[in-house]
């Protein structure tokens, strides 16, 4: 057997279209910024497609694609050190948890400020009701 056999990739790994987004992907927005440019460079329409599906998938605003593929890898690799393994998945845990708090304290407080100007809106409206009760409207 040689080394060649023994790093082969599989046969199917998907379309070139899914290995070539995976691959931009996991080099994260910059690769994509890259390959809009060299689109636009040297065959324009592929820029414009590139740009057009960026903005479509939401790829160019939120910033996160490579860091959504990287963590599924850091969480499965194994260091051989079992300990180690065990206080880096207690810890990742850790940290998972206390971001889901947060953003559930973010959820609660975005909701109090929104309740908070609702009735702010209201106690304004029922202060300029009076006023407007009246009049008569004719139809």
């Not at 379309?15 to 809009?36: C, F, H, N, P, V």
């Not at 060299?38 to 479509?56: R, S």
């Not at 160019?60 to 300990?83: E, Q």
Request: a neutral charge; charged letters at 30%; aromatic letters at 12%.
């Amino acid at each position: 057997m040689t080394t060649a056999t023994l790093h082969a990739a599989p046969a199917h790994r998907g379309s070139w279209y899914s290995r070539t987004e995976q691959w931009l992907d996991d080099r994260g927005k910059g690769a994509w910024i890259a390959a809009m440019v060299l689109g636009f460079i040297f065959v324009w329409p592929i820029g414009l497609a590139l740009l057009a599906y960026m903005i479509w998938s939401k790829r160019l605003f939120n910033g996160n694609c490579a860091r959504r593929t990287r963590h599924a890898h850091v969480d499965f690799k194994s260091s051989g050190n079992t300990a180690f393994d065990s206080y880096k998945s207690d810890t990742l845990r850790r940290l998972q948890d206390e971001q889901d708090h947060f953003e559930q304290f973010l959820g609660r407080l975005r909701d109090a400020k929104d309740k908070a100007e609702f009735d702010q809106f209201m106690a304004d409206r029922d202060k300029r009701k009076p006023e407007t009760d009246g009049e008569t409207v004719d139809a």
